[in-house]
């Protein structure tokens, strides 16, 4: 159905460029356009459409972009809640945040994990058109508009904005610490206790494949805004640096902490383990980093294996196998066999398979033989810095094993940063005599979740072309309301991209039948 306007769109666009006048790269460069998609993400609490409002005020009063527009997701699930059988109340109230989780979760159930994104890009394509037409324009148009999504709950509608929009999507990772968070949800929604952490931990993504995967959504965000005060002067300031940084208006380079999680990212590179990559990096107290350290086997005289021919790692070792996963098997097997007077013969496998997939089993770390991010890292710095260690900082990519945690308090580290959650997480249950996720808990060691620039777009957002910063031996100053995205995109592929969401959208009969017929723009050629 989707195949005409595809081509015909694509089509249409590439022979208007290469009619035009000038060079092949300024042809080229004619079909770039201004556009930008940014999608917020973040758990339930935090001020995510304060953000988004911000971004909008922001893009179209400093910046001059003609058109900032606020997408939420949650109103296209009480838009088809109904074709779930969800109803949805409409005072703010517990019963109404359930319900609209509930029906989201149905509407992915029934449609696709993706299904409110690919109603977020319907609307932008809707947009686009009726542009097109009231310009009178035979092709697609460049054009100085903003659309910000508010907000991403699951990883597979970031997927799907990700593959259509490309370089023009930003993602902005919002965060604040639980008790701001438990505090916004009771007062806005006149709530109590019991109800804020239930909706919390639903918020979290643990029930189902097509719920709210949060968890695993936001560590895949551009960029991360820790907001632990709620004043409007801290949320216009943070905003105003992402808006700097993506737009190339002002010369902006990497705080220390940047820097670090970034070495801690590329850290994580040199990992082989066959279960996940982390990375780490130790500073001192004034975040000036002294070592790094990523998860793998050691070998002997010091330091882990690398690539080479005594390459000993798991991969390269016992025929590829994973020596954790492994005697974790070998665990249960153990553990039936001495019930074996209480367990059935017939019993005996499914109990086997029962304990095989136990959370509690599949989270031991005693079997592996790599040693992790995080010990490598605090070793390294012994070797190094010695004493420097004492009242430095770690930075993280993932959330610290307890095992962890242990020898980062031993070690003297007072602050933890970390970018993805690890659930399984026993350290602050074992040790929360000595370590906390409070901000304001100076006398336990801190965890805290990352604030700044993703180590992914650390260099396309903070390196720049050779001499592109000044003329005639001055600094360019770009007007702001001129100003353009760093990273320049192209029209060419972009409506052809859309017109596959829509036409998926069609066929699940999610869009107004005149639409269906193709009687509206968004559904033109």
Not at 65 to 71: L, R
Request: aromatic share 6%; proline share 3%.
């Amino acid at each position: 159905m989707a195949t005409q306007p595809v081509l015909a769109t694509s089509t249409s666009l590439a022979t208007s460029v290469l009619t035009g006048k000038g060079s092949t790269t300024e042809q080229i460069a004619q079909t770039h356009t201004d556009e930008l998609v940014i999608a917020l993400c973040g758990p339930i609490g935090s001020p995510l459409h304060a953000v988004a409002e911000e971004i909008q005020r922001m893009i179209k009063d400093t910046f001059g972009y003609d058109k900032a527009e606020i997408i939420r997701l949650s109103d296209f699930i009480r838009d088809h809640a109904s074709k779930v059988q969800v109803e949805i109340p409409a005072n703010d109230s517990f019963e109404r945040i359930t319900a609209q989780i509930d029906a989201g979760n149905k509407l992915r159930e029934e449609f696709g994990l993706s299904i409110l994104a690919e109603l977020a890009v319907e609307k932008i394509r809707f947009e686009r058109e009726e542009f097109k037409q009231e310009i009178g324009a035979q092709n697609y148009a460049p054009r100085r508009i903003c659309h910000i999504i508010d907000s991403v709950k699951n990883k597979e509608e970031l997927a799907l904005l990700k593959l259509v929009y490309r370089d023009m999507l930003y993602v902005m990772g919002v965060f604040s610490p639980l008790s701001v968070r438990e505090s916004n949800i009771a007062q806005r929604n006149h709530l109590k206790g019991g109800d804020v952490h239930t909706l919390i931990d639903r918020d979290s993504g643990e029930e189902s494949k097509a719920g709210q995967t949060v968890s695993d959504t936001f560590p895949q965000s551009d960029f991360f805004l820790r907001i632990d005060k709620t004043t409007d002067s801290e949320t216009t300031k943070r905003v105003e640096r992402f808006l700097h940084l993506i737009l190339g208006t002002k010369v902006i380079t990497p705080t220390s902490a940047e820097s670090a999680m970034y070495a801690a990212a590329m850290a994580s590179a040199h990992s082989g383990c066959l279960s996940r990559q982390v990375g780490a990096a130790v500073t001192d107290s004034n975040e000036h980093v002294l070592s790094t350290g990523w998860n793998d086997v050691p070998k002997f005289g010091g330091g882990l294996y690398l690539e080479g021919n005594d390459d000993s790692r798991c991969w390269n070792h016992g025929g590829g196998k994973c020596f954790n996963d492994e005697e974790k098997q070998f665990f249960a097997n153990e553990l039936v066999e001495s019930l074996k007077d209480i367990i059935p013969t017939q019993s005996k496998q499914t109990a086997k398979e029962i304990l095989r997939k136990s959370g509690k089993l599949g989270g031991l770390i005693e079997f592996s033989r790599a040693i992790h991010a995080e010990m490598h890292a605090i070793l390294s710095a012994g070797r190094i810095a010695g004493d420097k260690l004492v009242g430095g900082k770690i930075f993280v990519t993932t959330y610290p094993c307890h095992s962890c945690a242990r020898h980062i308090i031993a070690a003297g580290i007072k602050e933890v940063y970390y970018i993805e959650p690890y659930r399984k997480s026993l350290a602050i249950k074992l040790h929360g005599d000595a370590i906390s996720e409070l901000e304001l808990d100076s006398q336990k060691v801190r965890v805290l979740a990352y604030d700044g620039v993703a180590p992914s777009k650390f260099l396309s957002l903070f390196r720049v072309p050779s001499n592109s910063r000044k003329e005639s031996g001055k600094l360019i100053r770009i007007p702001l309301k001129k100003a353009r995205p760093r990273i320049e995109k192209s029209l060419e592929s972009l409506p052809s991209r859309e017109a596959i969401v829509v036409a998926s959208l069609m066929q699940k009969k999610l869009l107004p039948q005149d639409e269906q017929n193709g009687q509206t723009s968004s559904t033109a050629t």
